[in-house]
């Protein structure tokens, strides 16, 4: 830990949305008799009030190298580029890959996909496939989705994860946990002044780290007690009260990019806390270096990327830019589902790699990685 300041600096002050405030009262429609906000409309209010921007990936806007270096991969990922490789077909599950085999693009020949992991058996993968069409054709529920798919596909990614095996020298694991009832700390929360029950604000999982030495972990439960919340997070969510949060999951038809930008927002908020707001000059000199939130918001079958990024360190109006958005796979068959794996083990690995080093060299953390 640093031992030049023990105390945070307070949360730099932002726009906060309040339910009776004028923008709410011009800018937001209400659907049905349940009195609440359509999604639509509560992105543009989050928009109006400064608190977000959108950028497309596909758009002019240039993205900051690290970003676009971990998007380009995912892009591959994406199109199942080299998402297989050859310990991965079994003999006995050759019948079930046959159409995939028959496109070679599908196979890594450079011997990289090792670098992030191996494929869950095939067979694994085939029961997520019919979970996922069961759910589909008779109309389950977010919740019936989440633990009858998301949940199983999340566990097959992080079990053959290269970061959580056991020769691994990494000083971290990651792992994932259902965070569907865990809750923004008010004071980070665009929606401050909102009452509980009309926040868009919560996600369903996330992938969090988890030091494997007990002096880092030491440290990280140090810098969240140093918190009045005592979370090293933007939720006190128990489970996470000492464990980053590096990637979020949103499920959810119609307002799923509402809840990540809110989410994301928020996560920044905790992270400037902790001192990343003190790097934002050198961040903006050293482009390579700005460092980004990821998130994946999940509607039915389809997965599909987004990320935030400060945007002061942009020199954009709005406090976080949210990038939208990179489809990675779909439920729908077997090769999206092997998509989908890849992107989860890339995320995982630069969960390890490159967000950790990140997170522990902030003012506030200062550990050993």
């Not at 604000?201 to 992938?207: A, E, G, K, L």
């Not at 972990?217 to 939720?235: D, E, M, W």
């Not at 994301?264 to 934002?280: F, I, P, Q, T």
Request: proline share 5%; net charge negative.
């Amino acid at each position: 830990m640093s031992d030049y300041d023990t105390t945070e600096s307070p949360p730099n002050k932002r726009p906060r949305l309040d339910s009776d405030s004028e923008c709410s009262e011009s800018s937001t429609s209400y659907s049905g008799s349940s009195g609440t906000a359509s999604p639509t409309r509560n992105l543009v209010m989050l928009q109006s009030e400064n608190v977000i921007d959108r950028q497309s990936f596909t758009g002019e806007k240039q993205r900051p190298k690290r970003l676009d270096n971990l998007v380009n991969l995912i892009k591959d990922d994406g199109i199942g580029m080299g998402i297989l490789t050859q310990p991965d077909l079994h003999p006995d599950e050759r019948v079930l890959l046959s159409d995939l085999l028959n496109t070679r693009r599908l196979i890594d020949t450079a011997g990289m996909r090792t670098n992030l992991g191996v494929m869950r058996p095939i067979a694994d993968l085939v029961e997520i496939w019919r979970e996922a069409n069961i759910c589909e054709v008779n109309g389950h529920s977010e919740a019936a989705w989440n633990s009858e798919v998301r949940s199983p596909l999340l566990k097959a990614a992080l079990r053959y994860c290269v970061v959580n095996q056991p020769g691994d020298t990494r000083p971290v694991k990651i792992a994932h946990t259902n965070i569907t009832t865990a809750q923004i700390i008010e004071s980070y929360s665009p929606y401050q002044e909102t009452k509980p029950e009309k926040r868009a604000d919560r996600v369903d999982f996330c992938f969090y780290l988890q030091p494997k030495f007990q002096l880092t972990k030491g440290a990280l439960s140090s810098a969240a007690q140093r918190s009045v919340h005592g979370s090293i997070n933007h939720t006190d969510y128990i489970t996470l009260l000492n464990r980053p949060i590096s990637l979020s999951i949103k499920t959810d038809r119609k307002a799923g990019l509402e809840h990540m930008s809110v989410w994301l927002s928020a996560h920044w908020e905790r992270l400037d806390e902790l001192g990343a707001s003190k790097e934002r000059l050198l961040e903006a000199i050293m482009d390579d270096q700005v460092m980004f939130l990821p998130g994946i918001i999940v509607q039915g079958h389809a997965w599909a990327l987004v990320a935030a990024i400060q945007g002061a360190l942009l020199r954009n109006r709005g406090e976080t830019v949210i990038w939208t958005e990179i489809p990675i796979g779909s439920t729908e068959g077997l090769q999206g589902i092997c998509q989908i794996i890849t992107v989860l083990q890339r995320l995982a690995v630069w969960s390890a790699d490159t967000y950790w080093p990140w997170l522990a060299s902030l003012r506030h953390c200062q550990f050993s990685t």
